[in-house]
T-cell receptor, first 116, second 113 residues
Framework: GAGVSQSPSNKVTEKGKDVELRCDPI?????LYWYRQSLGQGLEFLIY????????KSGLPSDRFSAERTGGSVSTLTIQRTQQEDSAVYLC??????????????FGPGTRLTVL | GENVEQHPSTLSVQEGDSAVIKCTYS??????FPWYKQELGKRPQLIID?????GEKKDQRIAVTLNKTAKHFSLHITETQPEDSAVYFC????????????FGRGTSLIVHP
């Protein structure tokens, strides 16, 4: 079946503009995660959803970042008033569920965001 | 917060040699330890994982070992091939009541033909 998809694959924007990144998880996966990966760096956790609920938003870098998920499926990550330091690859992942024992995360191809 | 340390950051080996990547974690509540491989320009993909009730797990040329007492786990790749060249990430989950994996900073493995 189809894997995790993300759009757009690349986004170039001007400083101060808002951007919206989209993630389509694998059908039936209840857990969804957003990560940020800067050049040559590891995976910085941003936020996760269990269903439509995001219990912990403390990973978001600033109040310019927000995310939502509707219908237990598609999620959008919005960055307002973008700054150059927001430039990175934004990765989305989904898993069957969250819970004790862990579950394999399936990653999307990422959105490469460049803020000029 | 929780922390996962990964070493080395870069590892260069000759084809056919073995490669070992080591990770440590700080919270004894962690119970799930996946390893992901990310080839250049591609998405991370799970290659092997281990749970806290197991000390070692093998899958062909790849093996992972876990020492819960010392709170460290390692990835072993034998008979390395050029296609093993990638960035490898370790992660630990189940820490402090949270099941979100915390990732190490990654190891860039280069296998020279």
């Amino acid at each position: 079946g189809a894997g995790v998809s993300q759009s757009p694959s690349n986004k170039v924007t001007e400083k101060g503009k808002d951007v919206e990144l989209r993630c389509d998880p694998i059908s039936g996966h209840t857990a969804l995660y957003w990560y940020r990966q800067s050049l040559g760096q590891g995976l910085e956790f941003l936020i996760y959803f269990q269903g439509n609920s995001a219990p912990d938003k403390s990973g978001l870098p600033s109040d310019r970042f927000s995310a939502e998920r509707t219908g237990g499926s598609v999620s959008t990550l919005t960055i307002q008033r973008t700054q150059q330091e927001d430039s990175a690859v934004y990765l989305c992942a989904s898993s069957v569920r969250m819970g004790r024992g862990g579950n394999e995360q399936f990653f999307g191809p990422g959105t490469r965001l460049t803020v000029l | 917060g929780e922390n996962v340390e990964q070493h080395p950051s870069t590892l260069s080996v000759q084809e056919g040699d073995s490669a070992v990547i080591k990770c440590t974690y700080s919270d004894s509540a962690s119970n799930y330890f996946p390893w992901y491989k990310q080839e250049l320009g591609k998405r991370p993909q799970l290659i092997i994982d281990i749970r806290s009730n197991v000390g070692e797990k093998k899958d062909q040329r790849i093996a992972v070992t876990l020492n819960k007492t010392a709170k460290h786990f390692s990835l072993h790749i034998t008979e390395t091939q050029p296609e093993d060249s990638a960035v490898y990430f370790c992660a630990a989950a189940g820490m402090g009541g949270s099941y979100i994996p915390t990732f190490g900073r990654g190891t860039s493995l280069i296998v020279h033909p």
